[in-house]
């Protein structure tokens, strides 16, 4: 049987102590793992697909995410993010449908997995910030999801690159072009109704 030891603690410390910073500082060339979010480590949320926005924002706010995987039955059919919940996705939504915000789920604003923009596992190897960041300007996506396996086999959701989080840990913004885009796709679709 293997013998525990205490570990050795430090005697009283000086007034005031600095806390550590939850978000390091990073550069393009760093290793991508510096920004992503490995579903083995940290947890996800997930809300049922039938669950009404405002329950599901809640439950986001409380869990402090900007993002959650969508569940129908056993398995992930989707994610859907604040924005989808209170921007322009819900109000398309509820124009289409003809109801009011309240009577939406998850299911009318979800981007469901057919759309999503992926990354194999296999590729994040000797990835960079910055290959990320390409990638979020390539796919004009907030979120890239990281995938294990498939082809043949259950493709597993491994992890997540989140456009905020990278932008946060590089000290400035990676997404004008995802706003221009988001912009001219209210614009062609207010012109088009």
């Known amino acids: ?18 806390l550590a ?34 329950d599901a924002r809640r439950l986001m706010q409380h869990a402090g995410v900007r993002m959650a995987f969508v569940l129908d039955g056993g398995g992930v059919t989707g ?25 939406l789920s998850v299911a009318d604003v979800m981007t469901p ?7 194999d596992l296999g590729h994040l190897a ?7 960041v390409a990638t979020f300007r390539a796919t004009v996506q907030r979120y890239l999801i990281v995938v294990e396996g498939g082809a043949g086999g259950p493709a597993v959701i491994r992890g997540v690159f989140s456009a905020n989080r ?9 997404e004008e072009e995802l706003r221009t885009n988001s912009f001219s796709a ?4 207010l012109a088009g109704s």
Request: hydrophobic residues 45%.
């Open 186 to 189: 209210l614009a062609a679709a």
């Open 1 to 18: 049987m293997p013998q525990h030891h205490a570990l050795p603690v430090r005697p009283a410390l000086d007034a005031p102590l600095t």
């Open 113 to 119: 997995v057919s759309h999503w923009t992926a990354i």
């Open 126 to 132: 000797r990835a960079r910030v910055g290959d990320i």
């Open 79 to 103: 994610l859907v993010t604040a924005a989808d919940l209170q921007g322009e996705r819900a109000l398309q939504a509820s124009t289409r449908r003809g109801v009011p915000h309240g009577e």
């Open 21 to 54: 910073q939850s978000e390091a500082h990073v550069e393009l060339d760093d290793p991508a793992s510096a920004v992503f979010t490995d579903l083995r480590i940290a947890s996800s949320v997930v809300v049922p697909i039938d669950e009404a926005l405002e």
């Open 166 to 174: 990278v932008e946060r840990a590089l000290g400035r913004t990676i």
